[in-house]
């Protein structure tokens, strides 16, 4: 066997499945804690075309928790920073980055013009969100999306399932009600976390956020303001397993029509 660099993927779900993932075209929109990791794995897992979106830069907060934050990025573009980390994982990869803020005027450019195999939604701002969840399930594109990872702290407690499903989640709460009274109330698969926010004692939240997950949807707001709202607290882990979930389900659901010969060398094994 010749080695590659995706000869370990290879030996796990075989050489059709890679070329399936190869022939694959898959967007990302938003690149923080959970969709630069979810980007990254996108692009470890062979995946030949991948956009993605992102209007932000790198702020000094973001070196907690986001895969491309350093004191050395602070102030760049994510998108830039994130296409160029994945050039140089997969050069022979097709990596497109747009550092936009997705929005009802851009989708046609961003989402409904290309022949996209899945999306993934990593957009915390709710109206954008919305609109991006409510165009992918009304032109039937595959998406899956990340609800609150802030404000958490087991790993234990991350689910996936169908918006309808989701509970305990308070931005799943708020979705799945926008959702529905745009005639929405199933198909769109999440990532969510069962437990519930927590934020450390006599810690002072009070701050102004650059993009409000919380206003009014039918506000045609400029993203950029700042809004006055209570900030939740966030950690390393959380938000990455959220994008390697995402990522992970993705992966799993373009190759699951892939035949592939497996052979379980482990079903033999005792439990000694």
């Known amino acids: 066997m010749t080695l590659h660099r995706?000869?370990?993927?290879?030996?796990?779900?075989g050489k059709a499945a890679m070329e399936r993932l190869r022939n694959s075209?898959?967007?990302?929109?938003?690149?923080?804690?959970?969709?630069?990791?979810?980007?990254?794995?996108?692009?470890?897992?062979?995946?030949?075309?991948?956009?993605i979106v992102d209007f932000d830069?790198?702020?000094?907060?973001?070196?907690?928790?986001?895969?491309?934050?350093t004191e050395a990025t602070v102030g760049k573009s994510k998108a830039a920073l994130m296409a160029a980390r994945m050039r140089s994982i997969n050069p022979?990869?097709?990596?497109?980055?747009?550092?936009?803020?997705?929005?009802a005027e851009n989708s046609d450019k961003l989402l409904t013009n290309h022949s996209y195999d899945y999306v993934l939604d990593a957009i915390d701002h709710i109206t954008s969100k919305l609109h991006l969840l409510s165009t992918c399930h009304q032109q039937g594109i595959p998406v899956i999306a990340s609800m609150g990872a802030a404000g958490k702290l087991d790993p234990t407690q991350i689910r996936i399932?169908?918006?309808?499903?989701?509970?305990?989640?308070?931005?799943?709460?708020?979705?799945?009600?926008l959702l529905k009274k745009r005639g929405i109330s199933s198909g769109i698969t999440t990532v969510y976390s069962t437990e519930k926010a927590c934020l450390a004692k006599n810690s002072n939240t009070e701050t102004i956020d650059?993009?409000?997950e919380l206003h009014n949807p039918d506000d045609?707001?400029?993203?950029?303001l700042t809004t006055k709202?209570?900030?939740?607290?966030?950690?390393?882990?959380?938000?990455?397993?959220?994008?390697?979930?995402m990522a992970g389900w993705v992966v799993n659901e373009l190759v699951k029509n892939t035949k592939v010969e497996i052979v379980d060398r482990l079903a033999k094994c005792t439990n000694n």
């Open 92 to 103: 022979d990869a097709k990596i497109i980055a747009h550092k936009e803020f997705y929005s």
């Open 161 to 177: 399932d169908d918006i309808s499903c989701t509970n305990c989640c308070h931005m799943a709460r708020s979705v799945r009600k």
């Open 25 to 51: 075209h898959v967007a990302l929109f938003g690149l923080g804690g959970v969709g630069s990791y979810a980007a990254e794995a996108l692009c470890r897992s062979g995946i030949g075309h991948i956009t």
């Open 229 to 245: 709202q209570r900030i939740l607290g966030s950690c390393a882990h959380i938000p990455a397993i959220f994008g390697l979930t």
């Open 210 to 212: 650059e993009v409000c």
């Open 57 to 69: 830069d790198v702020c000094l907060t973001n070196l907690n928790r986001q895969l491309h934050a």
């Open 6 to 13: 995706f000869s370990r993927t290879e030996l796990l779900i």
């Open 220 to 224: 045609n707001c400029n993203p950029l």
